[in-house]
């Protein structure tokens, strides 16, 4: 979409270092600090596996579990978003693959292609619950057996005044400029369309914040042995 583009052109004439702004810092480093401690319980597989991130942004989520030894991949739908992934991770000496692309159709990825697909916070931008469910059965597809899908999902119903008032209580939708932009869902809602879309839930957790809490959810595929399951308990 070609908002997104134009704001990741800003953010960089800015010298911003992502979606966030300057929070951006803070939001990764809650999602750095959960997966490590998702490794450190042995409840995500260990590099070097294969990781994908869905909606990779800029590549500093990417950049973060790259220094960590994962071998990266990345897709965004914002051209300047991946260019700039790429500079940054030149300028690291790291390597990553980057790839301009719709999480709702990734064909460009093989069946069983990763061992972790990360939602770098990019499902709650899909509102229509049919392009949900596409990207939720790609995912499947490209996960190994034993591998996992790690949600990061804003989760409502918002807490500040201006996003309340934003806020489309039966839509569970957060509105900007007068159109449906992100989806809060509540998490058992989360965990119960994770489970209709054929993922076993096997973790979640949730950090509260002052505007709206954020879930942390670990899935494995429900056809595969569930490693990932085993090693962790919800």
Not at 14 to 29: D, I, K, M, S
Not at 112 to 123: E, P, R
Not at 206 to 225: F, G, I, K, Q, R
Request: charged fraction near 20%; charge should be neutral; hydrophobic fraction near 45%.
């Amino acid at each position: 979409m070609p908002q997104y583009d134009r704001r990741y052109r800003e953010l960089k004439a800015a010298g911003l270092p992502g979606w966030a702004g300057a929070a951006h810092t803070r939001g990764l480093a809650r999602l750095t600090a959960a997966l490590d401690r998702l490794g450190s319980e042995g409840a995500i597989p260990a590099a070097p596996a294969d990781l994908l991130e869905l909606g990779c942004g800029n590549g500093l989520g990417a950049l973060a579990m790259a220094q960590r030894g994962y071998r990266v991949h990345g897709i965004d739908l914002s051209p300047t978003a991946i260019a700039w992934a790429e500079e940054r991770f030149a300028a690291a000496g790291l390597a990553g693959a980057f790839r301009i692309g719709d999480v709702r159709e990734m064909s460009a990825f093989a069946d069983q292609s990763f061992d972790i697909v990360l939602d770098g916070s990019c499902l709650h931008c899909l509102i229509d619950d049919d392009d949900r469910a596409r990207c939720l059965t790609e995912v499947r597809r490209m996960l190994r057996p034993a591998g996992a899908f790690i949600v990061s999902h804003m989760c409502g119903p918002p807490k500040s005044a201006d996003a309340k008032a934003r806020f489309d209580v039966q839509t569970c939708r957060l509105i900007e400029d007068g159109a449906p932009a992100r989806a809060l869902k509540p998490l058992a809602a989360l965990a119960a369309e994770l489970t209709a879309a054929g993922y076993t839930v096997c973790r979640t957790w949730l950090a509260e914040n002052p505007w709206w809490d954020h879930a942390t959810l670990v899935c494995s595929s429900s056809w595969h042995a569930s490693a990932i399951c085993s090693s962790t308990a919800p």
